[in-house]
């Protein structure tokens, strides 16, 4: 027997010391705070709903919802009664029609993640908001020409988003191909967060929390804890996977299959890239081809520094500042046996992807994502020195020294016009960068040429770090926002405001 690498430590000591087989039921453990998940049932898929005759048209409600989570009573808020809600499955050129309802007790809204759409009146629209009891039609038109991929949908109702979001509330948008990969099957695998408190409530979240972004004690994909997939040898499956997490980072190994990734965030990679691990922050999506092997293996998120607060608070002394540093996390289990299957055919090259390289710049914009004391801002990396437990302290999240304000214009463009932008971090903790309807070019991460043109919705910029990218500001004018992923972030106001005017 080889010696465990430390990875597979890792790997283990997700399960805890506590870790006990029970019969078929699948595999009980304790958590750091004692309380028991049961996991190891066969993965279950959201309901999927698919567009007919170029329109997809549907209800939504978001209301509180008792469910059952890793074997404990929960109450959640979900979309049409299941965690996730259902996935939407169009193709390039839909419509998609969402009557929304919402039965919460705070206000919602609805906004679909990464897609190509209008942001106005009533399309991607985050600055509605649909009132405890109200509903709303929204409308979003796809492009003929957008990109395939996998999408997300969720509430972006401005000091709620991150609470309804932790609570249940997302689902997953596909978007097909145009032209077919060769798969044994796909599979929908959406990963969030949360944690419940002794009585199955969600736990309530406190200041530290919020400033960290919450993570949740137990992680989920789909709502089950560890599930278990199933497959024969030589299969190829697409997994289409969404970080759902409001602030967990998700660095995925998969060890003794074949990945490859043929998809981050929109579009497909002309040639599928092998990879041992790829890193989603809040918001990413990927899209994995994994060519099966007989044996049992493990999804793992590995540990993610994303920074903390330690350098801002005079060190260590404010317990835990520093999210991410935890043991590795089990997603679930793939568990591969059986009959070899006939060797799928060979994946077909995508189109290339666009480069906007070379295309003239109308305009460029430098915002700096900061976190610094309320009263003190302007100065770099505040410090803390003498304020206690922090609890009562007023730390602002800003965008260019200021708060989200959905009145004010932040950065004005115009309307079918290439902008590079410079996302700079003047704080110590990594935030993931997010631009509605418009996707992003990386064309420097700070410490890499990028010469392959890569493209993302969210863009994780590190502590005290700078990303460059080039955005088109194409098909819609309009105004919509930018902000931090980690949700607690945007809601604390870490948000600003662009409007592609026509020139
Ligand atoms: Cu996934 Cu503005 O959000
Ligand atoms: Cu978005
Ligand atoms: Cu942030």
């Not at 700096?368 to 730390?395: H, I, K, L, P, Q």
Request: charged letters at 20%; glycine letters at 12%; hydrophobic letters at 40%.
């Amino acid at each position: 027997m080889s010696p465990l690498t430390r990875r597979q430590l890792l790997a283990l000591g997700a399960a805890g010391a506590g870790a006990t087989i029970v019969g078929g039921a699948g595999l009980w453990w304790t958590t750091s705070s004692s309380r028991g998940y049961m996991g190891g049932q066969d993965l279950i898929e959201p309901q999927v709903l698919s567009s007919r005759d170029r329109v997809l048209a549907l209800d939504l409600e978001a209301a509180p919802t008792r469910i059952q989570v890793g074997g404990r009573e929960a109450s959640v808020q979900t979309f049409n009664g299941s965690l996730p809600g259902p996935t939407l499955r169009v193709a390039p050129g839909d419509t998609i029609r969402v009557a929304m309802t919402n039965r919460l007790e705070a206000p919602t809204n609805l906004h679909v993640h990464g897609l190509h759409v209008c942001p106005e009146g009533n399309g991607d629209n985050p600055f509605l908001s649909i009132a405890p009891g109200e509903s709303f039609d929204y409308e979003f038109v796809l492009p003929e020409d957008h990109l395939p991929g996998t999408y997300w949908y969720h509430p972006h109702r401005h000091g709620h988003v991150a609470d309804q979001v932790a609570a249940g509330l997302y689902g997953a948008i596909i978007v097909e191909d145009t032209e077919p990969v060769p798969v044994a099957r796909e599979r929908v695998l959406v990963v969030s967060d949360l944690s419940l408190d002794a009585s199955g409530n969600l736990a309530e979240i406190d200041r530290m929390q919020q400033m960290m972004g919450r993570e949740g004690e137990v992680v989920l994909v789909n709502g089950q804890v560890r599930p278990r997939l199933t497959a024969a040898p030589e299969e190829r499956e697409r997994w289409r996977i969404v970080n759902a997490c409001p602030s967990r980072y998700l660095r995925l190994q998969l060890e003794g299959q074949q990945v490859r990734l043929l998809s981050r965030d929109l579009g497909r990679l002309p040639v599928p890239e092998e990879i041992t691990e790829v890193l989603l922050a809040p918001g990413n999506r990927v899209e994995l081809l994994i060519e099966t092997t007989e044996g049992s293996a493990v999804l793992v998120a590995a540990p993610v520094g994303r920074g903390g607060m330690d350098s801002m608070m005079g060190g260590g002394m404010m317990g835990d500042n520093n999210p991410g540093n935890d043991d590795a996390t089990e997603l679930f289990t793939l568990e591969v046996t059986g009959d070899a299957a006939q060797t799928p055919q060979p994946v077909p090259a995508g189109p290339a992807l666009r480069d906007l390289r070379g295309e003239p710049v109308a305009g460029r914009k430098t915002l700096d994502f900061a976190m610094g004391m309320a009263g003190s801002m302007g100065g770099d990396g505040a410090t803390m020195g003498g304020m206690g437990s922090g609890e009562n302290s007023v730390m602002a999240f800003t965008i260019n020294g200021q708060e989200f304000d959905p009145e004010r214009t932040d950065a004005p463009v115009t309307a079918g016009t290439v902008e590079e932008w410079t996302l700079t971090n003047s704080s110590p903790m990594d935030h993931p960068v997010h631009l509605h309807v418009w996707p992003m070019q990386i064309i420097d991460d700070g410490d890499r040429d990028v010469s392959e043109p890569r493209w993302q919705d969210v863009v994780n910029v590190p502590a005290r770090g700078q990303v460059k990218v080039l955005i088109a500001f194409e098909d819609f004018p309009g105004r919509t926002v930018y902000h931090c992923h980690i949700l607690d972030h945007e809601d604390q106001g870490m948000m600003g405001t662009v409007e592609a005017r026509r020139g």
